[in-house]
């Protein structure tokens, strides 16, 4: 089961992705406000989540791994910030509709068609004008060491991520190649796509 394979990985003392923010949400938080609702699925170990609470911002953190799900409020309790985490299969979660002001969604690789089920019901969440804010691994991560999928079926295009948010309005759709630095899993050259979308008014 996908979720064991994730409760081994992340059942360590430290944190696999580390406890620094990811550099592409930290160049577009700006897009946020504080007091902004924010759901972040596949939050994993609370990196991401916990600095947006940070910011001042209500975060909604869902990961199938109730590790990473414990390691996520152990961070928010460090950090002194309000963290609402909650154990779920993505999958099967009753994903709440039109609440968030943003979802951020990072390094999370589905399948077709679970990818475009779950990026329709990111969408969904949103309120009118909520943002997408969303990397992951293309296929171009092959020939990459850093981290990610071995599987191309797991890994996004851009031309995938124009058709599964089609409804919503394209602010920044590119390919990448930063230089990650994310925990022990997540070091070196890296081949990203990523968006940034608006949900219409």
């Known amino acids: 089961m996908a979720d064991n394979f994730w409760n081994e990985r992340y059942n360590v003392d430290h944190y696999v992705y580390g406890t620094r923010p990811n550099a592409f949400l ?31 911002m209500a975060v909604h953190s869902v990961d199938g791994s109730s590790v990473a799900v414990d390691k996520a409020r152990r961070l928010a309790a460090e950090r002194g910030v309000p963290l609402k985490a909650e154990t779920a299969n993505l999958l ?6 039109g609440v968030f002001d943003a979802a951020v969604c990072l390094f999370l690789h589905f399948p077709e068609p679970e ?10 969440a949103l309120r009118p004008g909520g943002l997408v ?35 919503l309005d394209i602010l920044l759709l590119e390919e990448a190649e930063p230089v990650l630095d994310e925990g022990p899993l997540h070091q ?3 081949a990203t796509v990523r968006l940034v979308a608006r949900k219409p008014e």
């Open 115 to 124: 990818r475009i089920d779950i990026h329709a019901r990111m969408a969904r």
């Open 92 to 97: 099967d979660w009753s994903w709440p509709v």
């Open 188 to 190: 070196g050259q890296g």
């Open 26 to 56: 930290t160049a577009e938080a700006r897009r946020l406000s504080p007091g902004s609702r924010i759901l972040i699925p596949g939050d994993g170990e609370g990196r991401n989540g916990v600095w947006l609470a940070g910011l001042g």
């Open 133 to 167: 804010i969303l990397e992951t691994f293309r296929p171009a991560q092959l020939a990459y060491a850093s981290g990610g999928p071995r599987d191309v079926a797991l890994l996004y295009t851009p031309d995938q991520l124009r058709a599964d948010f089609a409804g």
